[in-house]
């Protein structure tokens, strides 16, 4: 079991930057992978960024070179760095992780989230 606690969505005008940060507790591993999704009314839920356990990062196109994933040393807790915000990047962000050490933003993801919410104003 793990736990996800996501913190740091706000409002913010497009070209603004928001840190988002995900704590992750329970039986948790350095193996595991992490990722985050968005999701906004009514639109499927769309992959954001992902880093397996060996540190490797992948991006949806809609992000790359906007968005940066990172993580704390001890794997605990995760990272989006949110520069150049658009309108459309108003969602639902979502952290996910998975016991699995590598996964892509199309497969599925063991835990999830609460959310936080981002609204980017033009």
């Known amino acids: 079991q793990v736990q996800l606690v996501e913190s740091g969505g706000g409002s913010v005008q497009a070209g603004g930057s928001l840190r988002l940060s995900c704590a992750a507790s329970?039986?948790?591993?350095?193996?595991?992978?992490m990722a985050w999704f968005r999701q906004a009314p009514g639109k499927e839920r769309e992959g954001v960024a992902v880093i397996d356990s060996d540190g490797s990062v992948s991006y949806g196109d809609s992000v790359k070179g906007r968005f940066t994933i990172s993580q704390a040393n001890d794997k605990n807790t995760l990272y989006l760095q949110m520069n150049s915000l658009k309108p459309e990047d108003t969602a639902m962000y979502y952290c996910?992780?998975?016991?699995?050490?590598?996964?892509?933003?199309?497969?599925?993801?063991?835990?999830w989230g609460q959310g936080t919410q981002v609204t980017v104003s033009s």
């Open positions: 996910a992780s998975d016991f699995r050490r590598k996964r892509s933003l199309g497969d599925g993801f063991t835990w």
């Open positions: 329970g039986y948790t591993y350095s193996r595991n992978c």
